[in-house]
């Protein structure tokens, strides 16, 4: 499906698969008061050698700086920038515009609905059942060199699916370029920046 390849939905669907930790320090900082290496480190439940080179590299991006405990001059305290600030603002405002756009005129009900129906989507994707259609459908090398002698078109298409997505036994077919499943898969979470 054309949707699934927008370049904007690739790029959103690659930064929300898994937390950046450097933006999460910075969320952290912007949330609390007094954070501390070791509270990073606790909170993003990260080595504390990890904590060390975010900070170094958001300390050189100038959007955080370390500052000594007047209580205790052992304690160092991590404390967000004004670029720091701007810069988590930036992040957050991303793709709320694109978002709000791409919903634009749905009713929250017509969301809700459009998630539930993905979801239902991406479980016939990845059922047994659906599985066994596609080895049957794509694993007769018979009927396809039949097709391909009277249309190449389908020959072509079958031949660069299965060498692009290395398939072994023809499983794997809900995730090729054509529909991604996964891509839609957290709807309701995914589009939370239409909802603020």
Same mark, same amino acid.
């Given at each position: 499906? @054309?949707?699934?390849? !927008?370049?904007?939905?690739?790029?959103?669907?690659? %930064? =929300? =698969?898994?937390?950046?930790?450097?933006?999460? @320090?910075?969320?952290?900082? $912007?949330?609390?008061?007094?954070?501390?290496?070791?509270?990073?480190?606790?909170?993003?439940? %990260?080595?504390?050698?990890?904590? @060390? !080179?975010? %900070?170094? #590299?958001?300390?050189?991006?100038?959007?955080? #700086?370390?500052?000594?405990?007047? !209580?205790?001059?052992? %304690? @160092?305290?991590?404390?967000?920038?004004?670029?720091?600030?701007?810069?988590?603002?930036?992040?957050?405002?991303?793709?709320?515009?694109?978002?709000?756009?791409?919903?634009?005129?749905? $009713?929250?009900?017509?969301?809700?609905?459009? $998630?539930?129906?993905?979801?239902?989507?991406?479980e016939n994707l990845t059922s047994d059942s659906?599985? #066994?259609?596609?080895?049957?459908?794509?694993?007769?090398?018979?009927?396809?060199?039949?097709?391909? !002698?009277?249309?190449?078109?389908?020959?072509?298409?079958?031949?660069?699916?299965?060498?692009?997505?290395?398939?072994?036994?023809?499983?794997?077919? $809900?995730?090729?370029?054509?529909?991604?499943?996964?891509?839609?898969?957290?709807?309701?979470?995914? #589009?939370?920046?239409?909802?603020?």
């Amino acid at each position: 499906m @054309t949707i699934t390849r !927008q370049s904007f939905l690739v790029f959103m669907n690659q %930064i =929300e =698969e898994r937390p950046d930790n450097t933006f999460e @320090t910075l969320k952290l900082l $912007s949330e609390e008061e007094n954070v501390t290496a070791g509270r990073i480190a606790e909170v993003l439940d %990260i080595k504390p050698s990890s904590v @060390t !080179q975010i %900070i170094k #590299k958001l300390e050189k991006a100038g959007t955080v #700086k370390r500052i000594k405990s007047e !209580q205790d001059a052992r %304690i @160092t305290f991590v404390k967000l920038t004004a670029i720091g600030r701007e810069t988590l603002n930036t992040r957050g405002n991303l793709s709320t515009g694109l978002k709000e756009e791409m919903f634009k005129g749905f $009713s929250d009900t017509e969301l809700k609905d459009l $998630s539930g129906y993905l979801d239902r989507l991406g479980e016939n994707l990845t059922s047994d059942s659906f599985e #066994k259609k596609v080895a049957k459908t794509f694993g007769d090398d018979r009927h396809w060199r039949h097709f391909a !002698q009277m249309s190449a078109r389908f020959g072509h298409a079958r031949e660069k699916m299965l060498d692009r997505h290395n398939f072994e036994h023809y499983h794997n077919f $809900s995730n090729c370029d054509g529909f991604n499943h996964e891509d839609f898969r957290g709807f309701d979470r995914w #589009k939370r920046g239409h909802d603020k």
